[in-house]
């Protein structure tokens, strides 16, 4: 049966690139925003082929992951469940899901995540509100409550830990003023979930979304998200479709849940990363893991003062996952960041921003919360600086 | 410097899954519409430790997978770049780039994924019309030509390789045909890249995706997509921003292109992965890979009609990469489709839409062309058809 693609096909373009080298990817140490250092477990989770989104070898590990999140974030919500995408496409879920066009939402913005969280709102048809606080200091209770009973929100957006300024933000309370108005609760949980406490039923939390590749020590491309009650009875009662076929939370119930209807094809193989970053996280324990992330960032802290280093964040509203460091003057902010990475083959972050040039941002999360990693850094920062000052 | 988590905490609900086992992942031959097995290599590739998506390491491994889809696509489209999602948001992202709200957008629906097109193009605010042919049947060019003049639509979307039914689409002419039109052609290349005849350039297409878990043997959730210079101008001239933050090709070219601006996280590991699939497909040659596809299935389609099964739809539209086969008067098609799966670790498709029950899918995609698969196949399903019928 001799059998040849068709003589009438234009001729192949060849390229450039038929004689690539094998990949090579240098080891390096993650210690920036994110993403963070894999678990070596997760990895050798994701090394497995991939199996079929229908398999009912899938649908157990589904809703095994959706079992762990649960724990993991401390909530009952049945629609809890993996977006498709890095944590920035969960982000865009809740929004996109908890948006009619016309909704008033108010973003509490003290950071780049919530300037994002204003303009994908906006992009969903909202009449987007903000409220401020300077880039590294927290809103207290008093000044959000206020604001919500001057916007009367439909939907309140609010960054629990900024991965931009190192705040964790202070929720206790605020899911009962929203509740108060109607208004849905919507929290950027990013940077915290794994390595800061979280209550998110006890908080009162409508909306949450987070990423895999900090504080869960997952590979990047699939990112945690939860609906709660009032959120769903919302979605339920749309006037108009959600205006974002792939994140739409009516149809990836029917996947999640017991019908198992297709909707797109599953990550399978990150999937796998994640059940097994999650797991790993319940035998630890979530009690002794955000005990092990708060021990780890304090004696990064005590260092970094005996360096002469100083702390962008109060200490009451300082995040144990990422801490931003004052760069000091003089000092050129991008060359010590290349000259970690190029000479010591770790990776911190630069300042985003308002903060852009003034800090480095050090994420000690997930698997890369602890001591050895700190005392690598420490030494290497020590060395870099000398040469730059 | 000892620290707890405060005291007034909440208590920590322990949930039911502290002790769940390791990953244990069955071995599949992925025969299906999707996803197919990944090349081990592919799999050995995304095996490494993330690195941050702004590391140099990181641009050069983008700058390479670029390239690789240009030869894929046989495109010199500079847009050229990787979704951070499976197929599906790749879809949506030719579609919320492509559309302005009110545009018209025509699509030619001859299958599921058409009936997708023209759900995502109405949440992005289009006028969308339609027009039909029988599932297992392609669009002629005249079909195609009378009614871009009937509609003028802004956007016309159509799927080359439809996987719900196995018909490839001649595209030939009707890039031509749309540019008379001033229309932009959107098309669907997520069975047919990297296994069927591709030549976007040649063919006038302005937007094209695909999916990793096909052809390409990569792991899915990282997805190509292109646009060319007619889809670029109209996306720099848009009166409102991309009703899509996630997918907004205007934002991802800045991080794709020479200015590297941060928008989301990558799915490092994915694009690991994706870049070896490319480079393996590279090495074999575009022609060659064809021709094996080619080659499998019509060696596939001999043995079916040996087993007196038929092929649904007419040689001259039958697609290489997938094939739908006619499930027999009186068997049940879930029950053989699950016991391949259970007695035979074998994955094939069922029918989906109008073909629900009537036929199977069977793919033979990427690694997974080859005879001995086809021969593992047929012995399958002639043992599991004698139990059935």
Redesign the interface.
Request: glycine share 8%; proline share 10%; with cysteine.
């Given at each position: 049966?001799a059998?040849?693609?068709?003589s009438s096909?234009?001729i192949?373009?060849?390229?450039?690139?038929?004689r690539?080298e094998?990949?090579q990817?240098?080891?390096?140490c993650?210690l920036?925003p994110?993403?963070s250092?894999?678990d070596p477990?997760v990895?050798?989770?994701?090394?497995?082929?991939?199996?079929?989104?229908l398999?009912p070898?899938y649908l157990a590990?589904m809703d095994?992951v959706q079992?762990?999140l649960?724990?993991t974030w401390?909530t009952e919500n049945p629609l809890t469940y993996a977006v498709?995408?890095?944590?920035?496409?969960a982000m865009?879920a809740t929004l996109a899901n908890a948006i009619e066009p016309g909704d008033r939402v108010l973003v509490a913005v003290n950071g780049y995540f919530g300037h994002?969280l204003v303009?994908?709102a906006?992009?969903?048809g909202a009449d987007v509100s903000t409220i401020h606080r300077p880039w590294g200091e927290a809103f207290s209770l008093d000044q959000l409550t206020t604001a919500l009973e001057q916007y009367q929100p439909a939907v309140l957006a609010i960054v629990h830990a900024e991965t931009s300024t190192g705040v964790c933000q202070p929720l206790a309370g605020l899911g009962a003023a929203c509740r108060a108005q109607d208004c849905l609760l919507v929290v950027d949980t990013v940077t915290s979930l794994g390595g800061v406490?979280i209550?998110l039923d006890?908080w009162q939390v409508d909306l949450a979304y987070s990423?895999g590749?900090k504080g869960l020590s997952c590979?990047?491309?699939?990112s945690p998200f939860t609906m709660g009650p009032r959120a769903v009875a919302k979605l339920e009662q749309r006037r108009q479709?959600?205006?974002?076929?792939?994140l739409d939370a009516a149809l990836l119930r029917k996947y999640w849940g017991p019908e198992r209807v297709?909707?797109?094809?599953?990550?399978?193989?990150?999937t796998?990363a994640l059940?097994?970053a999650l797991?790993l996280l319940?035998?630890e324990?979530?009690?002794a893991r955000?005990?092990r992330h708060?021990?780890t960032a304090?004696?990064f802290w005590?260092g970094l003062a005996d360096l002469g280093l100083t702390c962008h964040v109060a200490q009451e509203w300082r995040l144990p996952t990422l801490t931003t460091v004052r760069v000091p003057d003089g000092v050129d902010a991008k060359a010590v960041g290349r000259q970690l990475?190029m000479d010591h083959n770790i990776?911190i972050g630069g300042g985003?921003g308002d903060l852009a040039g003034k800090v480095w941002r050090v994420g000690l999360m997930g698997y890369n919360s602890h001591r050895a990693n700190v005392d690598t850094l420490l030494q290497a920062m020590a060395e870099v600086l000398a040469q730059h000052r």
């Open positions: 049966m059998t040849t693609v068709s096909t234009p192949i373009n060849p390229g450039s690139l038929q690539l094998p990949l990817v240098p080891q390096r993650l920036g994110g993403p250092n894999a477990r990895i050798a989770a994701m090394n497995h082929q991939p199996i079929g989104h398999d070898a590990i095994e079992g762990l649960r724990y401390q498709a995408g890095t944590g920035s496409a865009e994002r303009d994908m906006r992009r969903y406490p209550f006890e990423c590749q590979a990047p491309g699939i479709p959600v205006a974002n076929w792939y297709y909707h797109h094809t599953a990550p399978v193989n990150l796998y059940r097994e797991r319940a035998v324990g979530l009690e955000w005990q708060q021990q304090e004696y005590a990475l990776e985003l």
